[in-house]
DNA sequence: CGCAACAGAGAGCACCGCTCACTAGAAGGA
DNA sequence: TCCTTCTAGTGAGCGGTGCTCTCTGTTGCG
Protein backbone atom coordinates (compact mmCIF):
# COMPACT_ATOMS: atom_id res chain seq x y z
CA UNK A 1 0.00 0.00 0.00
CA UNK A 2 1.04 3.65 -0.48
CA UNK A 3 2.76 4.79 2.41
CA UNK A 4 1.70 7.85 4.19
CA UNK A 5 -1.49 8.74 2.72
CA UNK A 6 -3.49 10.13 4.48
CA UNK A 7 -6.17 12.49 3.19
CA UNK A 8 -8.59 14.92 4.91
CA UNK A 9 -11.89 13.75 3.07
CA UNK A 10 -14.53 15.74 4.74
CA UNK A 11 -12.80 16.42 7.63
CA UNK A 12 -13.77 20.31 8.49
CA UNK A 13 -18.14 18.36 8.26
CA UNK A 14 -16.99 17.02 11.99
CA UNK A 15 -14.16 19.34 12.76
CA UNK A 16 -16.84 22.21 12.55
CA UNK A 17 -18.84 19.78 14.98
CA UNK A 18 -16.18 19.14 17.46
CA UNK A 19 -17.12 21.33 20.85
CA UNK A 20 -13.85 20.63 22.73
CA UNK A 21 -10.69 19.68 21.30
CA UNK A 22 -9.22 18.26 23.79
CA UNK A 23 -5.40 17.57 22.36
CA UNK A 24 -2.93 20.67 21.49
CA UNK A 25 -2.90 18.90 17.97
CA UNK A 26 -6.75 18.90 18.16
CA UNK A 27 -6.86 22.60 18.88
CA UNK A 28 -4.30 23.55 16.36
CA UNK A 29 -6.16 21.68 13.38
CA UNK A 30 -9.39 22.95 14.09
CA UNK A 31 -7.88 26.72 14.30
CA UNK A 32 -5.70 26.07 11.01
CA UNK A 33 -9.06 24.94 9.76
CA UNK A 34 -10.81 28.06 10.87
CA UNK A 35 -8.21 29.94 9.38
CA UNK A 36 -7.79 28.30 5.27
CA UNK A 37 -11.48 28.76 5.40
CA UNK A 38 -11.39 32.27 6.73
CA UNK A 39 -8.85 32.90 4.02
CA UNK A 40 -10.62 31.17 1.18
CA UNK A 41 -13.56 33.65 2.28
CA UNK A 42 -11.85 36.25 1.69
CA UNK A 43 -10.20 35.72 -1.69
CA UNK A 44 -13.72 34.34 -2.68
CA UNK A 45 -15.63 37.38 -1.57
CA UNK A 46 -12.69 39.27 -4.18
CA UNK A 47 -12.10 37.12 -6.90
CA UNK A 48 -14.93 34.85 -7.28
CA UNK A 49 -15.09 31.01 -7.21
CA UNK A 50 -13.20 30.50 -10.08
CA UNK A 51 -10.32 32.33 -9.47
CA UNK A 52 -9.86 30.68 -6.02
CA UNK A 53 -6.95 28.80 -5.70
CA UNK A 54 -5.57 26.74 -3.09
CA UNK A 55 -2.18 27.66 -4.02
CA UNK A 56 -2.81 31.17 -3.06
CA UNK A 57 -4.60 30.82 0.13
CA UNK A 58 -1.96 28.30 1.09
CA UNK A 59 0.66 31.63 0.22
CA UNK A 60 -1.16 33.97 2.71
CA UNK A 61 -1.17 31.92 5.33
CA UNK A 62 2.33 31.18 4.86
CA UNK A 63 2.60 27.71 4.50
CA UNK A 64 3.03 24.72 1.68
CA UNK A 65 0.57 24.47 -0.63
CA UNK A 66 0.42 20.68 0.00
CA UNK A 67 0.01 21.20 4.07
CA UNK A 68 -3.77 22.42 2.71
CA UNK A 69 -4.28 19.25 1.50
CA UNK A 70 -4.60 17.95 4.87
CA UNK A 71 -7.63 20.30 5.57
CA UNK A 72 -9.04 20.34 2.51
CA UNK A 73 -8.94 16.77 0.15
CA UNK A 74 -9.34 18.70 -3.02
CA UNK A 75 -9.87 22.56 -3.87
CA UNK A 76 -13.58 20.94 -4.70
CA UNK A 77 -14.17 20.55 -1.09
CA UNK A 78 -12.70 23.77 0.09
CA UNK A 79 -15.72 25.29 -2.38
CA UNK A 80 -18.00 23.24 -0.88
CA UNK A 81 -17.46 23.90 2.62
CA UNK A 82 -17.72 27.29 1.62
CA UNK A 83 -20.79 26.78 0.05
CA UNK A 84 -21.96 25.25 2.96
CA UNK A 85 -21.11 28.45 5.31
CA UNK A 86 -22.93 31.02 2.60
CA UNK A 87 -25.85 28.94 2.69
CA UNK A 88 -25.94 29.04 6.37
CA UNK A 89 -25.31 32.99 6.14
CA UNK A 90 -27.99 33.68 3.22
CA UNK A 91 -30.72 31.57 6.06
CA UNK A 92 -29.37 33.86 8.90
CA UNK A 93 -30.18 37.26 6.95
CA UNK A 94 -33.30 35.96 6.26
CA UNK A 95 -34.05 35.18 9.79
CA UNK A 96 -32.86 38.36 10.63
CA UNK A 97 -34.69 40.10 8.47
CA UNK A 98 -38.25 38.63 9.46
CA UNK A 99 -40.04 40.57 12.26
CA UNK A 100 -42.54 37.45 13.58
CA UNK A 101 -44.83 40.02 15.27
CA UNK A 102 -45.57 42.20 12.22
CA UNK A 103 -48.16 41.84 9.63
CA UNK A 104 -47.47 38.81 6.96
CA UNK A 105 -46.81 41.45 4.30
CA UNK A 106 -44.59 43.32 6.09
CA UNK A 107 -42.86 40.51 7.04
CA UNK A 108 -42.36 39.55 3.26
CA UNK A 109 -41.24 42.62 2.24
CA UNK A 110 -38.07 42.55 4.91
CA UNK A 111 -37.24 39.24 4.31
CA UNK A 112 -36.95 39.36 0.79
CA UNK A 113 -34.98 42.63 1.24
CA UNK A 114 -33.02 41.10 3.90
CA UNK A 115 -32.03 38.24 0.58
CA UNK A 116 -31.26 40.65 -1.94
CA UNK A 117 -29.15 42.93 0.57
CA UNK A 118 -27.43 39.95 1.74
CA UNK A 119 -26.34 38.65 -2.18
CA UNK A 120 -25.40 41.97 -3.15
CA UNK A 121 -23.00 42.53 -0.89
CA UNK A 122 -22.04 38.71 -1.60
CA UNK A 123 -22.31 38.49 -4.88
CA UNK A 124 -19.83 35.74 -5.40
CA UNK A 125 -20.53 33.48 -2.86
CA UNK A 126 -24.54 34.19 -4.07
CA UNK A 127 -22.86 32.73 -7.59
CA UNK A 128 -21.10 29.79 -5.33
CA UNK A 129 -25.10 29.02 -4.42
CA UNK A 130 -27.33 29.78 -7.32
CA UNK A 131 -24.95 30.24 -10.48
CA UNK A 132 -23.64 26.66 -12.07
CA UNK A 133 -22.98 24.41 -9.57
CA UNK A 134 -18.87 23.98 -9.92
CA UNK A 135 -18.12 21.94 -7.15
CA UNK A 136 -17.96 18.59 -8.56
CA UNK A 137 -18.63 16.88 -4.78
CA UNK A 138 -21.58 19.03 -3.38
CA UNK A 139 -22.36 16.20 -0.66
CA UNK A 140 -26.56 16.90 -1.48
CA UNK A 141 -27.76 15.24 1.76
CA UNK A 142 -25.50 17.52 3.62
CA UNK A 143 -26.44 20.95 2.19
CA UNK A 144 -30.19 20.10 1.91
CA UNK A 145 -30.60 21.05 5.03
CA UNK A 146 -28.75 24.11 5.51
CA UNK A 147 -30.20 25.32 1.83
CA UNK A 148 -33.54 24.94 3.35
CA UNK A 149 -33.45 28.05 5.92
CA UNK A 150 -33.67 30.50 3.94
CA UNK A 151 -37.22 29.64 1.93
CA UNK A 152 -38.12 27.96 4.97
CA UNK A 153 -38.73 31.62 6.68
CA UNK A 154 -40.76 32.62 3.13
CA UNK A 155 -42.89 29.26 4.45
CA UNK A 156 -43.37 30.15 8.06
CA UNK A 157 -44.58 34.08 7.29
CA UNK A 158 -47.38 32.22 4.63
CA UNK A 159 -48.07 29.91 7.11
CA UNK A 160 -48.63 32.38 10.01
CA UNK A 161 -50.41 34.38 7.40
CA UNK A 162 -53.01 31.33 6.90
CA UNK A 163 -53.16 30.34 10.74
CA UNK A 164 -54.68 34.35 10.96
CA UNK A 165 -56.78 33.55 8.37
CA UNK A 166 -54.91 36.36 6.36
CA UNK A 167 -54.53 34.47 3.62
CA UNK A 168 -56.90 35.53 0.57
CA UNK A 169 -57.96 32.21 -1.73
CA UNK A 170 -55.51 31.68 -4.10
CA UNK A 171 -56.52 32.24 -8.15
CA UNK A 172 -55.01 31.09 -11.43
CA UNK A 173 -54.09 27.54 -12.67
CA UNK A 174 -54.04 24.41 -10.58
CA UNK A 175 -50.60 22.62 -9.76
CA UNK A 176 -51.23 18.66 -9.85
CA UNK A 177 -50.40 16.88 -6.74
CA UNK A 178 -48.19 14.41 -8.62
CA UNK A 179 -45.24 17.26 -9.61
CA UNK A 180 -44.69 17.88 -5.67
CA UNK A 181 -42.29 15.92 -4.02
CA UNK A 182 -44.70 13.98 -1.08
CA UNK A 183 -42.08 14.76 1.35
CA UNK A 184 -42.10 18.47 0.42
CA UNK A 185 -45.91 19.00 1.96
CA UNK A 186 -44.63 17.21 5.38
CA UNK A 187 -41.06 19.01 5.12
CA UNK A 188 -42.65 22.92 4.64
CA UNK A 189 -44.31 23.07 8.40
CA UNK A 190 -45.74 19.77 8.88
CA UNK A 191 -48.60 19.82 6.44
CA UNK A 192 -50.13 23.28 6.98
CA UNK A 193 -49.92 24.02 3.20
CA UNK A 194 -52.39 22.64 0.56
CA UNK A 195 -50.33 21.49 -3.35
CA UNK A 196 -50.92 24.71 -4.54
CA UNK A 197 -49.97 26.86 -1.88
CA UNK A 198 -46.70 24.20 -1.36
CA UNK A 199 -46.53 25.36 -5.50
CA UNK A 200 -46.37 28.94 -5.41
CA UNK A 201 -44.24 28.58 -2.41
CA UNK A 202 -41.82 26.68 -4.67
CA UNK A 203 -42.43 29.34 -7.31
CA UNK A 204 -41.83 32.28 -4.62
CA UNK A 205 -38.74 31.15 -3.88
CA UNK A 206 -37.28 30.14 -7.24
CA UNK A 207 -38.48 33.79 -8.26
CA UNK A 208 -36.73 35.53 -4.92
CA UNK A 209 -33.53 33.83 -6.49
CA UNK A 210 -34.30 34.35 -9.85
CA UNK A 211 -34.97 37.99 -10.06
CA UNK A 212 -31.61 38.66 -7.59
CA UNK A 213 -29.69 36.90 -10.15
CA UNK A 214 -31.15 38.14 -13.09
CA UNK A 215 -29.91 41.91 -11.53
CA UNK A 216 -26.51 40.38 -10.37
CA UNK A 217 -25.98 39.00 -14.03
CA UNK A 218 -26.74 42.22 -16.05
CA UNK A 219 -29.66 40.51 -17.26
CA UNK A 220 -31.93 43.33 -16.31
CA UNK A 221 -29.73 46.31 -18.26
CA UNK A 222 -31.42 48.22 -20.23
CA UNK A 223 -34.48 46.04 -19.49
CA UNK A 224 -35.34 48.06 -15.44
CA UNK A 225 -34.49 51.39 -14.70
CA UNK A 226 -34.50 50.88 -10.89
CA UNK A 227 -33.30 47.43 -9.98
CA UNK A 228 -34.54 48.57 -6.21
CA UNK A 229 -37.45 49.19 -7.23
CA UNK A 230 -38.67 46.72 -9.79
CA UNK A 231 -37.58 44.31 -6.82
CA UNK A 232 -39.98 45.36 -4.84
CA UNK A 233 -42.67 45.49 -6.88
CA UNK A 234 -41.48 41.48 -7.74
CA UNK A 235 -41.83 41.01 -3.89
CA UNK A 236 -45.20 42.12 -3.61
CA UNK A 237 -46.83 40.08 -7.08
CA UNK A 238 -45.28 37.11 -5.75
CA UNK A 239 -46.93 37.85 -2.19
CA UNK A 240 -50.00 39.03 -3.90
CA UNK A 241 -49.84 35.50 -5.63
CA UNK A 242 -49.82 33.58 -2.13
CA UNK A 243 -53.06 35.33 -1.25
CA UNK A 244 -50.82 38.06 0.49
CA UNK A 245 -52.87 41.50 0.76
CA UNK A 246 -50.89 43.23 -1.87
CA UNK A 247 -52.87 44.80 -4.07
CA UNK B 1 6.90 49.16 -30.91
CA UNK B 2 6.23 44.95 -30.19
CA UNK B 3 7.10 43.58 -33.97
CA UNK B 4 4.74 40.65 -35.06
CA UNK B 5 2.32 41.96 -32.74
CA UNK B 6 -0.80 41.22 -34.72
CA UNK B 7 -3.78 40.27 -32.31
CA UNK B 8 -7.30 39.09 -33.57
CA UNK B 9 -9.43 41.39 -31.13
CA UNK B 10 -13.29 40.13 -32.25
CA UNK B 11 -12.33 39.32 -35.39
CA UNK B 12 -14.35 36.46 -35.63
CA UNK B 13 -17.52 38.95 -35.15
CA UNK B 14 -16.71 40.07 -39.04
CA UNK B 15 -15.73 37.15 -40.31
CA UNK B 16 -19.21 35.79 -39.80
CA UNK B 17 -20.29 38.70 -41.93
CA UNK B 18 -18.15 38.39 -44.95
CA UNK B 19 -20.31 37.16 -47.35
CA UNK B 20 -17.74 36.50 -49.87
CA UNK B 21 -14.18 35.79 -48.97
CA UNK B 22 -12.20 36.84 -52.18
CA UNK B 23 -8.49 35.59 -51.43
CA UNK B 24 -8.06 31.80 -50.69
CA UNK B 25 -6.37 33.39 -47.84
CA UNK B 26 -9.51 34.70 -46.11
CA UNK B 27 -11.25 31.32 -47.53
CA UNK B 28 -8.84 29.44 -45.21
CA UNK B 29 -9.63 32.06 -42.17
CA UNK B 30 -13.20 31.81 -42.36
CA UNK B 31 -13.33 28.23 -42.69
CA UNK B 32 -10.52 27.36 -40.14
CA UNK B 33 -12.86 30.05 -37.90
CA UNK B 34 -15.42 28.00 -37.58
CA UNK B 35 -13.52 24.93 -37.56
CA UNK B 36 -12.22 26.25 -34.32
CA UNK B 37 -16.25 27.78 -33.07
CA UNK B 38 -17.35 24.34 -33.85
CA UNK B 39 -14.63 22.42 -31.79
CA UNK B 40 -14.88 24.36 -29.00
CA UNK B 41 -18.47 24.24 -29.50
CA UNK B 42 -18.10 19.93 -28.81
CA UNK B 43 -16.03 20.50 -25.95
CA UNK B 44 -18.64 23.01 -24.21
CA UNK B 45 -21.24 20.67 -24.81
CA UNK B 46 -19.09 18.00 -22.91
CA UNK B 47 -16.99 19.50 -20.31
CA UNK B 48 -18.88 22.84 -19.83
CA UNK B 49 -17.05 26.31 -19.79
CA UNK B 50 -14.87 26.03 -17.31
CA UNK B 51 -13.39 22.52 -18.57
CA UNK B 52 -12.73 23.98 -21.89
CA UNK B 53 -9.33 24.87 -22.85
CA UNK B 54 -7.96 26.45 -25.83
CA UNK B 55 -5.05 23.86 -26.02
CA UNK B 56 -7.25 21.00 -26.31
CA UNK B 57 -9.22 23.10 -29.09
CA UNK B 58 -5.72 23.31 -31.05
CA UNK B 59 -4.58 19.82 -30.42
CA UNK B 60 -8.20 18.25 -31.60
CA UNK B 61 -7.41 20.61 -34.94
CA UNK B 62 -3.72 19.41 -35.20
CA UNK B 63 -2.65 23.08 -34.38
CA UNK B 64 0.17 24.94 -32.03
CA UNK B 65 -1.93 26.45 -29.33
CA UNK B 66 -0.49 29.87 -30.08
CA UNK B 67 -2.18 29.77 -33.33
CA UNK B 68 -5.50 29.78 -32.35
CA UNK B 69 -4.86 33.26 -30.55
CA UNK B 70 -4.55 34.49 -34.42
CA UNK B 71 -8.04 33.90 -34.31
CA UNK B 72 -9.22 34.55 -30.92
CA UNK B 73 -7.93 37.14 -28.93
CA UNK B 74 -8.02 34.84 -25.92
CA UNK B 75 -9.97 32.42 -24.54
CA UNK B 76 -12.59 35.01 -22.51
CA UNK B 77 -13.32 36.01 -26.34
CA UNK B 78 -13.97 32.11 -27.54
CA UNK B 79 -16.24 31.99 -24.88
CA UNK B 80 -17.95 35.23 -25.73
CA UNK B 81 -18.72 33.50 -29.40
CA UNK B 82 -20.03 30.81 -28.03
CA UNK B 83 -22.49 32.85 -26.26
CA UNK B 84 -23.66 34.63 -28.91
CA UNK B 85 -23.70 31.71 -30.71
CA UNK B 86 -25.69 29.96 -27.92
CA UNK B 87 -28.29 32.99 -27.83
CA UNK B 88 -28.87 32.77 -31.12
CA UNK B 89 -29.75 28.61 -31.02
CA UNK B 90 -32.14 29.72 -28.31
CA UNK B 91 -33.83 32.34 -29.91
CA UNK B 92 -34.08 29.74 -33.10
CA UNK B 93 -35.67 27.80 -30.61
CA UNK B 94 -37.86 29.66 -29.49
CA UNK B 95 -39.08 30.20 -33.02
CA UNK B 96 -39.41 27.27 -34.10
CA UNK B 97 -41.59 26.24 -31.10
CA UNK B 98 -44.14 29.12 -31.84
CA UNK B 99 -47.06 28.32 -34.27
CA UNK B 100 -48.25 31.82 -35.10
CA UNK B 101 -51.67 30.59 -36.35
CA UNK B 102 -52.60 29.16 -32.67
CA UNK B 103 -54.66 30.02 -30.22
CA UNK B 104 -52.05 32.37 -27.82
CA UNK B 105 -51.95 29.99 -24.74
CA UNK B 106 -51.28 26.74 -27.18
CA UNK B 107 -48.26 29.31 -28.28
CA UNK B 108 -47.49 29.67 -25.03
CA UNK B 109 -46.87 26.53 -23.79
CA UNK B 110 -45.12 25.64 -26.96
CA UNK B 111 -42.30 28.01 -26.60
CA UNK B 112 -41.80 27.59 -23.17
CA UNK B 113 -41.52 23.52 -23.81
CA UNK B 114 -39.57 24.38 -26.72
CA UNK B 115 -36.99 26.77 -24.67
CA UNK B 116 -37.31 23.98 -21.75
CA UNK B 117 -36.01 21.46 -23.93
CA UNK B 118 -33.46 23.15 -26.04
CA UNK B 119 -31.74 23.93 -22.42
CA UNK B 120 -32.40 20.17 -21.43
CA UNK B 121 -30.53 19.33 -24.38
CA UNK B 122 -27.69 22.32 -23.96
CA UNK B 123 -27.30 22.61 -20.51
CA UNK B 124 -23.78 23.93 -20.40
CA UNK B 125 -24.76 26.40 -22.95
CA UNK B 126 -27.63 26.73 -20.82
CA UNK B 127 -25.09 27.49 -18.13
CA UNK B 128 -22.97 29.67 -20.37
CA UNK B 129 -26.37 32.15 -20.94
CA UNK B 130 -27.74 32.06 -17.59
CA UNK B 131 -25.36 30.80 -15.24
CA UNK B 132 -22.79 32.90 -13.36
CA UNK B 133 -21.46 35.13 -16.41
CA UNK B 134 -17.87 33.55 -16.70
CA UNK B 135 -16.41 35.11 -19.40
CA UNK B 136 -15.08 39.01 -18.21
CA UNK B 137 -15.38 40.37 -21.79
CA UNK B 138 -18.89 39.75 -22.68
CA UNK B 139 -19.71 42.77 -25.20
CA UNK B 140 -22.72 44.06 -24.22
CA UNK B 141 -24.14 45.65 -27.01
CA UNK B 142 -23.12 43.43 -29.53
CA UNK B 143 -25.16 40.04 -27.66
CA UNK B 144 -28.10 42.67 -26.34
CA UNK B 145 -30.00 41.53 -29.92
CA UNK B 146 -29.57 38.47 -29.85
CA UNK B 147 -30.01 37.77 -26.38
CA UNK B 148 -33.30 39.57 -26.68
CA UNK B 149 -34.85 37.55 -29.11
CA UNK B 150 -36.19 34.47 -27.42
CA UNK B 151 -38.24 36.40 -24.75
CA UNK B 152 -39.72 38.57 -28.00
CA UNK B 153 -41.38 35.83 -29.10
CA UNK B 154 -43.30 35.68 -25.89
CA UNK B 155 -43.75 39.15 -26.11
CA UNK B 156 -44.83 38.37 -29.67
CA UNK B 157 -47.76 35.80 -28.39
CA UNK B 158 -49.07 38.22 -26.14
CA UNK B 159 -49.09 41.30 -28.28
CA UNK B 160 -51.31 39.19 -30.46
CA UNK B 161 -53.49 38.09 -27.79
CA UNK B 162 -53.61 41.52 -26.61
CA UNK B 163 -54.77 42.90 -30.53
CA UNK B 164 -57.38 40.20 -30.88
CA UNK B 165 -59.01 41.24 -27.52
CA UNK B 166 -57.98 37.71 -25.70
CA UNK B 167 -55.90 39.35 -22.95
CA UNK B 168 -58.00 39.42 -19.51
CA UNK B 169 -57.21 42.22 -17.56
CA UNK B 170 -54.50 42.10 -14.73
CA UNK B 171 -54.50 41.74 -11.61
CA UNK B 172 -52.35 41.94 -8.31
CA UNK B 173 -49.94 45.33 -7.27
CA UNK B 174 -48.60 48.02 -9.50
CA UNK B 175 -45.45 48.43 -11.00
CA UNK B 176 -44.66 51.83 -10.43
CA UNK B 177 -43.91 53.28 -13.87
CA UNK B 178 -39.96 54.58 -12.93
CA UNK B 179 -38.55 51.15 -12.51
CA UNK B 180 -38.91 49.86 -16.39
CA UNK B 181 -36.53 51.17 -18.57
CA UNK B 182 -38.40 53.15 -21.07
CA UNK B 183 -36.65 52.12 -24.00
CA UNK B 184 -37.77 48.87 -23.10
CA UNK B 185 -41.52 50.05 -23.86
CA UNK B 186 -40.37 50.95 -27.25
CA UNK B 187 -38.38 47.92 -28.07
CA UNK B 188 -41.07 45.38 -26.96
CA UNK B 189 -43.53 45.52 -29.73
CA UNK B 190 -43.31 49.42 -30.55
CA UNK B 191 -45.14 50.73 -27.76
CA UNK B 192 -47.90 47.80 -27.44
CA UNK B 193 -47.82 47.36 -23.75
CA UNK B 194 -48.34 48.77 -20.99
CA UNK B 195 -46.06 49.11 -17.36
CA UNK B 196 -47.66 46.60 -15.82
CA UNK B 197 -47.80 44.20 -19.00
CA UNK B 198 -44.07 45.03 -19.23
CA UNK B 199 -43.40 44.25 -15.73
CA UNK B 200 -45.21 40.78 -16.68
CA UNK B 201 -43.57 39.79 -19.06
CA UNK B 202 -39.80 40.49 -17.90
CA UNK B 203 -41.17 38.21 -14.85
CA UNK B 204 -42.26 36.02 -17.29
CA UNK B 205 -38.77 35.62 -18.97
CA UNK B 206 -37.31 35.64 -15.78
CA UNK B 207 -39.37 32.69 -14.50
CA UNK B 208 -38.74 30.47 -17.60
CA UNK B 209 -35.03 31.34 -17.43
CA UNK B 210 -34.93 31.01 -13.56
CA UNK B 211 -37.36 27.37 -13.12
CA UNK B 212 -35.29 26.12 -15.84
CA UNK B 213 -32.25 26.62 -14.11
CA UNK B 214 -33.25 25.50 -10.85
CA UNK B 215 -34.15 22.18 -12.51
CA UNK B 216 -31.00 22.07 -14.16
CA UNK B 217 -29.17 23.03 -11.13
CA UNK B 218 -30.46 20.38 -9.04
CA UNK B 219 -32.59 22.70 -6.63
CA UNK B 220 -35.89 21.00 -7.66
CA UNK B 221 -34.02 17.51 -5.95
CA UNK B 222 -36.53 16.50 -3.35
CA UNK B 223 -38.70 19.14 -3.70
CA UNK B 224 -40.58 18.55 -7.14
CA UNK B 225 -41.35 14.72 -7.92
CA UNK B 226 -42.23 15.41 -12.00
CA UNK B 227 -39.89 18.20 -13.47
CA UNK B 228 -41.95 18.48 -16.43
CA UNK B 229 -45.37 18.39 -14.85
CA UNK B 230 -43.81 21.20 -12.58
CA UNK B 231 -42.75 22.95 -15.76
CA UNK B 232 -46.13 22.47 -17.17
CA UNK B 233 -47.98 24.21 -14.10
CA UNK B 234 -45.31 26.68 -14.05
CA UNK B 235 -45.82 28.17 -17.72
CA UNK B 236 -49.67 28.54 -16.93
CA UNK B 237 -49.62 30.02 -14.01
CA UNK B 238 -47.27 32.73 -15.66
CA UNK B 239 -49.48 32.77 -18.63
CA UNK B 240 -52.27 33.17 -16.42
CA UNK B 241 -50.70 36.65 -14.51
CA UNK B 242 -50.56 37.67 -18.13
CA UNK B 243 -53.98 37.42 -18.87
CA UNK B 244 -53.93 34.23 -20.69
CA UNK B 245 -56.37 31.99 -20.39
CA UNK B 246 -55.25 28.75 -18.30
CA UNK B 247 -57.34 28.56 -15.46
C1' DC C 1 9.48 40.95 -58.75
C1' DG C 2 9.87 42.53 -54.12
C1' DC C 3 7.94 44.07 -50.00
C1' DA C 4 4.64 43.82 -46.44
C1' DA C 5 1.13 41.42 -44.14
C1' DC C 6 -0.02 37.17 -42.27
C1' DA C 7 -0.49 32.34 -40.39
C1' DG C 8 1.75 29.00 -38.38
C1' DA C 9 5.41 26.65 -35.12
C1' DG C 10 7.63 26.10 -30.84
C1' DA C 11 9.97 27.52 -26.72
C1' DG C 12 9.09 29.63 -22.53
C1' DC C 13 6.83 32.05 -18.37
C1' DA C 14 3.93 31.95 -14.51
C1' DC C 15 0.39 29.81 -12.66
C1' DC C 16 -2.78 25.89 -11.39
C1' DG C 17 -4.39 21.18 -8.82
C1' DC C 18 -2.50 17.43 -6.96
C1' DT C 19 0.95 13.57 -5.51
C1' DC C 20 4.88 11.81 -3.35
C1' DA C 21 8.88 11.03 -0.38
C1' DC C 22 10.62 12.74 3.52
C1' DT C 23 11.21 14.86 8.31
C1' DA C 24 10.31 16.99 12.84
C1' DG C 25 7.50 16.50 16.52
C1' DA C 26 3.30 15.39 19.28
C1' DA C 27 0.34 11.45 21.39
C1' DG C 28 -0.11 7.75 23.79
C1' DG C 29 0.76 2.89 25.44
C1' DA C 30 4.38 -0.49 27.77
C1' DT D 1 10.31 7.20 30.78
C1' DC D 2 11.10 5.29 26.49
C1' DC D 3 9.61 4.00 22.10
C1' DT D 4 6.42 3.46 18.56
C1' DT D 5 2.86 5.33 15.86
C1' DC D 6 0.54 8.88 13.93
C1' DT D 7 0.42 13.50 12.14
C1' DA D 8 1.36 17.99 10.11
C1' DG D 9 4.50 20.11 7.82
C1' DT D 10 8.16 20.74 3.64
C1' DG D 11 9.67 20.88 -1.11
C1' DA D 12 10.28 18.71 -5.46
C1' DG D 13 7.85 17.27 -9.30
C1' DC D 14 4.10 15.99 -12.92
C1' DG D 15 0.98 17.39 -16.26
C1' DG D 16 -1.98 20.78 -17.25
C1' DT D 17 -3.50 25.79 -18.20
C1' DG D 18 -3.56 30.84 -20.61
C1' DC D 19 -0.72 33.60 -22.89
C1' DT D 20 3.67 35.90 -25.07
C1' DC D 21 7.48 36.09 -27.91
C1' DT D 22 10.55 35.07 -31.65
C1' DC D 23 11.21 33.02 -35.73
C1' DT D 24 9.93 31.04 -40.44
C1' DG D 25 7.57 30.10 -44.46
C1' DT D 26 3.77 31.71 -47.44
C1' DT D 27 0.43 34.58 -49.44
C1' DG D 28 -1.33 39.06 -51.41
C1' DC D 29 -0.59 43.07 -53.72
C1' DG D 30 1.44 47.28 -55.73
Redesign the pocket.
Known amino acids: M???????VLSFLYTGLMNAP?????R??AE?TKEILASARRQLGEVGAPG?????V??EL??????V??????????LTALLVESYGEIGDAAVEADRPGDAPEDRWLGVWRGVRDWSLRNRHEYALLFGTPVPGYAAPHITVETAGRMPLVLARIVADAKRDGRLRPLTGPECPPAAIDPAMLVLLEEGAFTVEETARLILAWNRLVGVIGYELHGHLANVTADDAAFFEYTARAEGASLGLAFD
Open positions: RPDSARARTAREARLLSLRSARGMASSAYRYFASRDEL
